[in-house]
Protein backbone atom coordinates (compact mmCIF):
# COMPACT_ATOMS: atom_id res chain seq x y z
CA UNK A 1 0.00 0.00 0.00
CA UNK A 2 1.05 3.68 -1.32
CA UNK A 3 1.98 5.78 2.26
CA UNK A 4 3.37 9.10 2.51
CA UNK A 5 3.04 10.55 5.59
CA UNK A 6 4.00 14.38 5.89
CA UNK A 7 5.86 15.99 8.85
CA UNK A 8 7.71 19.57 9.76
CA UNK A 9 4.64 21.69 9.63
CA UNK A 10 3.72 24.39 12.38
CA UNK A 11 3.75 28.04 13.10
CA UNK A 12 6.21 30.30 11.78
CA UNK A 13 6.65 34.38 11.38
CA UNK A 14 6.64 35.97 8.38
CA UNK A 15 10.12 36.20 7.13
CA UNK A 16 11.10 32.78 8.44
CA UNK A 17 11.68 29.13 7.34
CA UNK A 18 10.33 25.59 7.68
CA UNK A 19 11.25 22.46 6.11
CA UNK A 20 9.08 19.63 5.17
CA UNK A 21 9.55 16.29 5.23
CA UNK A 22 7.66 13.52 3.20
CA UNK A 23 8.36 9.66 3.81
CA UNK A 24 7.48 7.33 1.81
CA UNK A 25 6.47 3.95 1.43
CA UNK A 26 4.47 0.74 0.16
CA UNK A 27 6.42 1.41 -3.55
CA UNK A 28 9.76 1.86 -5.14
CA UNK A 29 10.04 6.07 -4.38
CA UNK A 30 13.39 6.35 -6.73
CA UNK A 31 11.24 5.43 -9.38
CA UNK A 32 8.78 8.24 -9.05
CA UNK A 33 8.26 12.19 -10.14
CA UNK A 34 6.91 13.60 -6.72
CA UNK A 35 5.55 16.87 -6.09
CA UNK A 36 4.47 19.05 -3.51
CA UNK A 37 0.62 20.48 -4.05
CA UNK A 38 -0.74 23.34 -1.41
CA UNK A 39 -4.47 24.19 -0.06
CA UNK A 40 -4.65 27.53 2.13
CA UNK A 41 -8.05 27.59 4.23
CA UNK A 42 -11.10 26.70 2.42
CA UNK A 43 -9.76 27.36 -0.61
CA UNK A 44 -8.54 25.24 -3.60
CA UNK A 45 -5.66 23.28 -4.91
CA UNK A 46 -2.40 24.97 -5.74
CA UNK A 47 0.74 23.12 -7.43
CA UNK A 48 3.90 23.87 -5.85
CA UNK A 49 6.59 22.16 -7.35
CA UNK A 50 8.16 19.33 -9.07
CA UNK A 51 11.39 16.64 -8.24
CA UNK A 52 11.75 14.89 -10.73
CA UNK A 53 13.69 11.28 -10.28
CA UNK A 54 17.41 10.14 -10.78
CA UNK A 55 16.63 9.08 -14.62
CA UNK A 56 15.61 12.59 -15.46
CA UNK A 57 18.81 14.15 -13.04
CA UNK A 58 16.26 15.34 -10.36
CA UNK A 59 15.49 18.91 -12.22
CA UNK A 60 13.15 20.45 -10.37
CA UNK A 61 9.80 22.94 -11.69
CA UNK A 62 8.35 25.63 -9.48
CA UNK A 63 5.30 27.64 -9.40
CA UNK A 64 5.98 31.31 -9.89
CA UNK A 65 4.80 32.31 -6.41
CA UNK A 66 7.28 30.08 -4.98
CA UNK A 67 10.22 30.54 -7.12
CA UNK A 68 13.38 31.35 -5.60
CA UNK A 69 11.99 30.89 -1.81
CA UNK A 70 11.12 26.96 -2.09
CA UNK A 71 13.43 24.13 -2.78
CA UNK A 72 12.31 20.65 -3.24
CA UNK A 73 14.85 17.85 -2.66
CA UNK A 74 14.93 14.40 -2.63
CA UNK A 75 17.03 11.25 -0.89
CA UNK A 76 16.34 7.90 -2.49
CA UNK A 77 18.25 6.61 0.34
CA UNK A 78 15.78 7.00 2.97
CA UNK A 79 12.62 7.42 0.53
CA UNK A 80 12.18 11.03 1.52
CA UNK A 81 10.64 14.12 0.12
CA UNK A 82 11.49 17.55 1.35
CA UNK A 83 10.17 20.71 0.70
CA UNK A 84 12.88 23.62 1.89
CA UNK A 85 10.69 27.35 2.50
CA UNK A 86 12.53 30.56 2.78
CA UNK A 87 11.51 33.36 3.13
CA UNK A 88 8.23 32.90 4.17
CA UNK A 89 5.03 34.94 3.67
CA UNK A 90 1.11 35.01 5.21
CA UNK A 91 0.10 33.62 1.91
CA UNK A 92 1.89 30.51 2.49
CA UNK A 93 0.10 29.51 4.81
CA UNK A 94 -1.73 26.28 4.08
CA UNK A 95 -2.05 22.66 3.97
CA UNK A 96 1.16 21.37 2.23
CA UNK A 97 0.19 18.06 0.69
CA UNK A 98 3.26 15.24 -0.89
CA UNK A 99 1.58 13.42 -3.80
CA UNK A 100 3.49 10.84 -6.16
CA UNK A 101 3.07 11.33 -9.62
CA UNK A 102 1.75 8.98 -12.10
CA UNK A 103 3.32 8.90 -15.78
CA UNK A 104 4.93 12.63 -15.16
CA UNK A 105 1.16 13.94 -15.40
CA UNK A 106 -1.25 13.36 -12.87
CA UNK A 107 -1.52 13.44 -8.68
CA UNK A 108 -1.72 9.56 -7.70
CA UNK A 109 -1.30 9.36 -4.36
CA UNK A 110 -1.48 11.96 -1.24
CA UNK A 111 -0.56 12.44 1.75
CA UNK A 112 -2.73 13.21 4.57
CA UNK A 113 -0.87 16.87 4.64
CA UNK A 114 1.10 19.07 6.89
CA UNK A 115 -0.12 22.94 7.84
CA UNK A 116 1.70 25.42 7.37
CA UNK A 117 0.34 28.72 9.34
CA UNK A 118 2.57 32.05 8.28
CA UNK A 119 1.73 34.28 11.02
CA UNK A 120 3.19 37.17 13.11
CA UNK B 1 -0.43 30.21 -17.21
CA UNK B 2 -3.53 28.15 -18.63
CA UNK B 3 -6.62 28.96 -16.92
CA UNK B 4 -9.55 26.47 -15.91
CA UNK B 5 -12.72 27.20 -15.27
CA UNK B 6 -15.24 24.90 -13.76
CA UNK B 7 -19.03 25.52 -13.48
CA UNK B 8 -21.42 25.58 -11.41
CA UNK B 9 -19.50 26.12 -8.31
CA UNK B 10 -21.79 24.28 -6.53
CA UNK B 11 -24.86 21.44 -7.03
CA UNK B 12 -27.71 19.93 -4.96
CA UNK B 13 -28.62 16.80 -6.34
CA UNK B 14 -30.41 14.07 -4.68
CA UNK B 15 -29.21 10.64 -4.18
CA UNK B 16 -29.56 8.67 -7.24
CA UNK B 17 -29.80 11.90 -9.44
CA UNK B 18 -27.19 12.32 -12.68
CA UNK B 19 -24.80 15.02 -12.04
CA UNK B 20 -22.38 17.01 -14.54
CA UNK B 21 -19.77 18.93 -13.87
CA UNK B 22 -17.63 20.80 -16.58
CA UNK B 23 -14.24 22.02 -16.98
CA UNK B 24 -13.30 24.94 -19.64
CA UNK B 25 -9.47 25.05 -20.13
CA UNK B 26 -8.19 28.26 -21.50
CA UNK B 27 -6.42 27.34 -24.30
CA UNK B 28 -6.07 23.48 -25.76
CA UNK B 29 -4.83 20.51 -23.63
CA UNK B 30 -5.56 17.49 -25.89
CA UNK B 31 -6.83 15.20 -23.44
CA UNK B 32 -4.27 16.16 -20.29
CA UNK B 33 -6.75 16.62 -18.06
CA UNK B 34 -7.46 15.18 -14.57
CA UNK B 35 -10.26 15.14 -11.95
CA UNK B 36 -10.47 15.09 -8.40
CA UNK B 37 -12.54 14.50 -5.41
CA UNK B 38 -12.15 15.59 -2.15
CA UNK B 39 -13.95 15.24 1.32
CA UNK B 40 -13.75 17.53 3.96
CA UNK B 41 -10.35 17.66 6.02
CA UNK B 42 -9.01 14.44 3.82
CA UNK B 43 -6.53 14.58 0.75
CA UNK B 44 -7.80 14.72 -2.76
CA UNK B 45 -8.45 11.41 -4.27
CA UNK B 46 -7.49 10.89 -8.12
CA UNK B 47 -10.61 10.05 -10.09
CA UNK B 48 -10.48 10.17 -13.88
CA UNK B 49 -7.10 10.94 -15.86
CA UNK B 50 -6.37 11.48 -19.46
CA UNK B 51 -9.67 12.90 -19.60
CA UNK B 52 -11.24 9.55 -19.01
CA UNK B 53 -9.78 6.60 -17.83
CA UNK B 54 -10.83 5.70 -14.74
CA UNK B 55 -8.73 5.26 -11.98
CA UNK B 56 -7.77 1.93 -10.50
CA UNK B 57 -10.44 1.26 -7.48
CA UNK B 58 -13.18 4.14 -8.79
CA UNK B 59 -16.63 3.15 -9.38
CA UNK B 60 -17.97 2.78 -13.01
CA UNK B 61 -20.50 5.43 -12.01
CA UNK B 62 -17.47 7.84 -12.41
CA UNK B 63 -16.77 8.96 -16.38
CA UNK B 64 -14.56 11.74 -18.26
CA UNK B 65 -14.97 13.44 -21.67
CA UNK B 66 -13.75 15.82 -23.78
CA UNK B 67 -10.80 17.09 -25.14
CA UNK B 68 -9.08 20.49 -26.67
CA UNK B 69 -11.18 22.77 -24.10
CA UNK B 70 -14.12 21.39 -23.28
CA UNK B 71 -14.31 18.58 -20.39
CA UNK B 72 -17.04 16.95 -18.45
CA UNK B 73 -17.13 14.72 -15.52
CA UNK B 74 -20.21 12.47 -15.11
CA UNK B 75 -21.67 10.79 -12.32
CA UNK B 76 -24.59 8.64 -13.52
CA UNK B 77 -26.21 7.80 -10.11
CA UNK B 78 -25.00 10.03 -7.28
CA UNK B 79 -24.29 7.52 -4.00
CA UNK B 80 -24.33 8.80 -0.53
CA UNK B 81 -20.16 9.11 -0.43
CA UNK B 82 -19.99 11.23 -3.57
CA UNK B 83 -20.79 14.46 -1.76
CA UNK B 84 -17.76 16.17 -1.81
CA UNK B 85 -15.85 19.00 -3.80
CA UNK B 86 -14.29 18.23 -7.30
CA UNK B 87 -11.47 19.95 -9.09
CA UNK B 88 -10.43 19.74 -12.33
CA UNK B 89 -6.69 19.61 -12.98
CA UNK B 90 -4.72 20.44 -16.35
CA UNK B 91 -1.07 18.42 -17.16
CA UNK B 92 -0.45 20.07 -20.34
CA UNK B 93 2.23 22.28 -19.05
CA UNK B 94 3.75 23.93 -16.15
CA UNK B 95 2.19 25.24 -13.92
CA UNK B 96 -0.08 22.66 -13.62
CA UNK B 97 -3.42 24.57 -12.38
CA UNK B 98 -6.63 23.35 -11.07
CA UNK B 99 -10.07 24.63 -11.39
CA UNK B 100 -11.82 26.04 -8.81
CA UNK B 101 -13.76 23.17 -7.27
CA UNK B 102 -17.14 22.29 -7.70
CA UNK B 103 -19.00 21.48 -4.42
CA UNK B 104 -22.05 18.88 -4.92
CA UNK B 105 -24.21 18.98 -2.10
CA UNK B 106 -27.14 17.37 -0.36
CA UNK B 107 -30.45 18.34 -2.19
Known sequence: ???????????????????????????????????????????????????????????????????????????????????????????????????????????ESWGQGTLVTVSS | DIQMTQSPS????????????TCRASQGISSWLAWYQQKPGKAPNLLIYAASSLQSGVPSRFSGSGSGTDFTLTISSLQPEDFATYYCQQANSFPQTFGQGTKVEIK
Open chain 1, 1 to 107: EVQLVESGGGLVQPGGSLRLSCAASGFTFSDHFMDWVRQAPGKGLEWVGRNRNKLNSYTTEYAASVKGRFTISRDDSKNSLYLQMNSLKTEDTAVYYCVRVRGAHYF
Open chain 2, 10 to 21: SVSASVGDRVTI
